[in-house]
């Protein structure tokens, strides 16, 4: 079984910054891809940005490019989501999505961590 935590929400007020962390752990052969996800209050879940085990990315949704930074640290299993200019609209839970190769493809989710923004 694969874990999935995120850890690094909270309140801060417009124009600061977080930065939240993911780390899965559990029976890994390689992960394959991390990637960020956000469900704001009366909104759907849309995917922020994922990164690949060679350092690529994906393209940054609009709504946070320029904005936010997406890293990872391979030897700890860790992906980052550096947060910078917040916006109370950016208020949401994120989460973090693990693909991981175990014979075959599987995805694991964590339980979101909460980052409120306010004005």
């Known amino acids: 079984q694969v874990q999935v935590v995120e850890s690094g929400g909270g309140l801060v007020q417009a124009g600061g910054s977080l930065r939240l962390s993911c780390t899965a752990s559990?029976?890994?052969?390689?992960?394959?891809?991390m990637a960020w996800y956000r469900r704001a209050p009366g909104k759907q879940q849309r995917e922020l940005v994922a990164?690949?085990?060679?350092?690529?990315?994906?393209n940054y949704a609009e709504s946070v490019k320029d904005r936010f930074t997406i890293f990872r640290e391979n030897a700890k299993n860790t992906v980052y989501l550096q947060m910078n200019s917040l916006k109370p609209e950016d208020t949401a839970d994120y989460f973090c999505?693990?693909?991981?190769?175990?014979?075959?493809?599987?995805?694991?989710w964590g339980q979101g961590t909460l980052v409120t923004v306010s004005s």
């Open positions: 990164i690949i085990s060679s350092g690529g990315t994906t």
């Open positions: 999505k693990t693909r991981v190769y175990m014979g075959l493809y599987h995805e694991f």
């Open positions: 559990g029976s890994i052969d390689t992960i394959d891809a």
